[in-house]
C-alpha cells in the first residue's frame, strides 16, 4: 500500500540530516520566489498567485508526496494551458479546472496507474517540452523590449502581430535592464553556484533600478501591491456549464501535471540513488491541486529545476521541501512587500533563461540524429504545441508514436516457407529446433512466422501464405516466434482455416507460445481447427502430417520452445526465458 515517503524518511531522522534538509530548503524557498513571481505574471494572472501556489502546493507535495526530494510548485510547463484558460475562463475557470485536474491525478494515482505515464514517448515530451520553451520566450517579449501593448492574442501567430504592430514603442532602458539581468544570470553560476543567479540577478538589477530611478514598468505599477499573508480559503464558483466547459482543459493540466511531476521525480531517483512511488506522488499531486485554488493559486506539479537545487545542496528528506515552502511563506510575510519593486524586464529575462534551459537542445539534436520517424513525433508535436495546443500536440504525437511503431512491427515480422527441405540459411548448428534437421514429408508445406501476428503484420501474412499456389495437402504453421496475436491475427487465422477448407487441406499449428494459444481458445479457433491439430513443437505436427499422408515420420530430439512444453518436459535452464531458444 503506498503512504507518504516523509514517513519512511523520519525513521531514524539525525539532527545532521536536519540541518542538511533545513540549509536545502532555505536555499529552494529562495530560488523559487522569483520563479513563483514570474510563472504567475507568464501565467496572466497577479504575481502573488504564483507565491501562493509555491507555499501551499509545495508544502503538500512535499508531506504527501512519494518522492523524498521533489520540490513542487508552479512551473513553466503550465504557462501555455493556465494563460489560456485565463484568458477564456477567468481566474474562477482556471481555480475550477486546475480543482477537477487534481481529482483526475489523485484518481489516477489511486487505481494505480502512475506508470502509464512512462509510455509517452520520449520524443512526445521532448518536442512539447521545447515548444513550451518557444511559448514562454515569446510570452516575453513585449516585457523584455518594453512594448506598450493593450490586447496580446493568446496564440503564437498573434503574439508575433501584436509585437511587430507596436515596435514603435520599444523603450532601450527596458532592453538594457533585460540584457544584463540575462548577463548576471548567465554569469554568476561562475562565481558561485550555491547562491542562484536569478535570485542575484532581481536584487541586484531591483537596486540599480530603484537607485538611478530607471523608467521601466515594475511589478508594482502593473499589478499593485502584493499581499502580506495567505488569503482566507475559499471556493470557486463551481456550475456544472462551466466544469463540462472545462473538461479538455483540466485533462490538458492533469496529464502535463502528471509527467513533468513523475519525469522530475526520475531525474532525482537517477541524482539520489533512492526510488518514487509514482502512485503516492501522482495522489500527493492531485491533493495539491485541490487545495492550492483554494488559497488563491493556480495549477502546481513536480519542479526539476528546483528539485535538483535541493538535491545538490543537501536536501534528502521531505522536510527540506516542507522548510521551502515555510521559507517561502517567511518572504512573503516579511518582504512581500518589496517584490513591487521588481522591473517586468528583470522577470521577462529570468523566464528566458528558463526557457533557455527548458528546450532542450542536447536531446533535440539526439533525436534529430535517430530515426526519421522519431523526429517527424518529435518536430510535429513541437509545430503543433507552438503554433495550435499542447493537448492536440500530445494527442496527435501519440498518434503518430502509435503509427509508426505499428509499421515497424508489421515490418519487422515475416512469413517464411519451408517445404522438402530446409532454409539454406537456416543455422542449423546452433539451432536444435530448425527445420534443417528433420525431414518433411512429400506434400506438407511448412510455414513459419517471424514476429507477432496483429493488425499491422496480417498483409504480410496474407500475402505470402494465402495467396500460395502450392500444392500440398498438410500445412504447418509454425509460431514459435510469434508471443502476440490479436484480433486481427486471430481473424486472419480464422481466413486461412477456412481457405484450407475449401481445398481440402489439413490445418496444423505447431510451437503456439501461451498468449495466442489462450485467445485461440477462448475465441472457439481452438475447437475449429481442432485440439488434436495444434501441438507444442514442430515434431509432434509433422508426426500428425505424416500420419495424415501416411508415411512414417522419425522424430528428432528438440528443445521446447513454449512454456507447456517447458512444463511438461520438466526443463528449468536457459530455455525457461520468454520465447525460448530460436
Known amino acids: 500500500m503506498s503512504k507518504p515517503e516523509i514517513i519512511n524518511a523520519l525513521k531514524g531522522y539525525t539532527p545532521k540530516a536536519f540541518l542538511n534538509d533545513l540549509v536545502a530548503g532555505v536555499i529552494v524557498g529562495v530560488v523559487a520566489l522569483p520563479l513563483a513571481i514570474a510563472f504567475g505574471i507568464a501565467s496572466g494572472v497577479p504575481p502573488a498567485r504564483g507565491i501562493f501556489t509555491a507555499v501551499v502546493a509545495g508544502f503538500i507535495i512535499s508531506a504527501l508526496g512519494g518522492s523524498r526530494v521533489q520540490i513542487g510548485g508552479p512551473t513553466g510547463a503550465f504557462v501555455v494551458i493556465v494563460y489560456g484558460i485565463v484568458r477564456d475562463y477567468g481566474y474562477d475557470g482556471l481555480a475550477v479546472a486546475t480543482m477537477m485536474a487534481g481529482l483526475m491525478l489523485f484518481l489516477l494515482g489511486a487505481f494505480k496507474l502512475g506508470g502509464l505515464i512512462k509510455f509517452i514517448p520520449y520524443t512526445i515530451i521532448t518536442g512539447f517540452t521545447a515548444g513550451i520553451a518557444v511559448v514562454i ?249 507552438v503554433l495550435v495546443d499542447l493537448t492536440v500536440a500530445i494527442e496527435i504525437g501519440l498518434l503518430l508514436a502509435a503509427l509508426f511503431f505499428i509499421k515497424k512491427m508489421g515490418d519487422l515480422a515475416q512469413v517464411k516457407a519451408f517445404k522438402n527441405g530446409y532454409d539454406p540459411g537456416d543455422p542449423a548448428s546452433h539451432d536444435r529446433n530448425s527445420l534443417a534437421l528433420r525431414t518433411v514429408p512429400e506434400g506438407v508445406l511448412v510455414f513459419e512466422i517471424e514476429g507477432p501476428l496483429f493488425f499491422g503484420s496480417v498483409q504480410k501474412f496474407e500475402a505470402n501464405v494465402l495467396m500460395d499456389s502450392t500444392r500440398y495437402r498438410v500445412l504447418v504453421l509454425r509460431m514459435r516466434s510469434t508471443i502476440y496475436l490479436d484480433a486481427g491475427g486471430l481473424h486472419v487465422l480464422e481466413q486461412l482455416w477456412m481457405d484450407c477448407q475449401k481445398k481440402n487441406i489439413m490445418l496444423l499449428i505447431s510451437d503456439i507460445h501461451t498468449q495466442p494459444y489462450l485467445l485461440a481458445k477462448k475465441s472457439g479457433l481452438e475447437k475449429t481447427v481442432g485440439t488434436e491439430n495444434i501441438f507444442g513443437n514442430l515434431d509432434d505436427a509433422l508426426a500428425r502430417a505424416s500420419g495424415i499422408l501416411g508415411v512414417p515420420y522419425v522424430p528428432v530430439s528438440h528443445e521446447p520452445t513454449v512454456t507447456r512444453e517447458r512444463e511438461k518436459n520438466g526443463s528449468k535452464n536457459e530455455f525457461d526465458s520468454p520465447g525460448g531458444p530460436r
Open 137 to 385: 520566450a515569446t510570452s516575453q517579449v513585449g516585457d523584455f523590449l518594453g512594448l506598450t501593448l493593450h490586447d496580446v492574442p493568446g496564440d503564437f501567430v498573434g503574439k508575433i502581430g501584436a509585437y511587430a504592430s507596436a515596435i514603435g514603442t520599444v523603450n532601450p532602458w527596458a532592453i538594457g535592464t533585460a540584457v544584463l539581468t540575462f548577463a548576471v544570470i548567465t554569469v554568476w553560476p561562475k562565481i558561485n553556484r550555491r547562491v542562484p543567479g536569478s535570485l542575484v540577478a532581481i536584487v541586484l538589477i531591483t537596486v540599480l533600478v530603484l537607485l538611478l530611478r530607471i523608467p521601466v514598468d515594475t511589478i508594482g505599477s502593473r499589478f499593485g501591491s502584493i499581499p502580506s499573508s495567505l488569503p482566507v480559503p475559499h471556493l470557486p464558483a463551481l456550475s456544472f456549464e462551466s466544469m463540462r466547459a472545462l473538461v479538455p482543459a483540466a485533462i490538458s493540466i492533469a496529464v502535463l501535471g502528471a509527467i513533468e511531476s513523475l519525469l522530475s521525480a526520475v531525474v532525482a531517483d537517477g541524482l539520489t540513488g533512492t526510488k518514487h512511488d509514482s502512485d503516492m506522488e501522482l495522489m500527493a499531486q492531485g491533493i495539491a491541486n485541490l487545495a492550492s485554488p483554494l488559497f488563491g493559486g493556480i495549477p502546481a506539479t513536480g519542479a526539476i529545476a528546483r528539485t535538483a537545487t535541493n538535491i545538490k545542496n543537501g536536501g534528502r528528506t521531505p522536510v527540506a521541501g516542507l522548510i521551502h515552502a515555510l521559507t517561502l511563506l517567511l518572504i512573503l510575510v516579511a518582504l512581500g512587500r518589496f517584490a513591487v519593486y521588481i522591473p517586468m524586464a528583470a522577470l521577462s529575462a529570468v523566464l528566458f533563461s528558463v526557457a533557455l534551459h527548458m528546450a532542450g537542445f542536447p536531446a533535440i539534436r539526439s533525436v534529430l540524429r535517430g530515426q526519421k520517424s522519431d523526429s517527424a513525433v518529435m518536430i510535429a508535436t513541437f509545430a503543433i504545441t
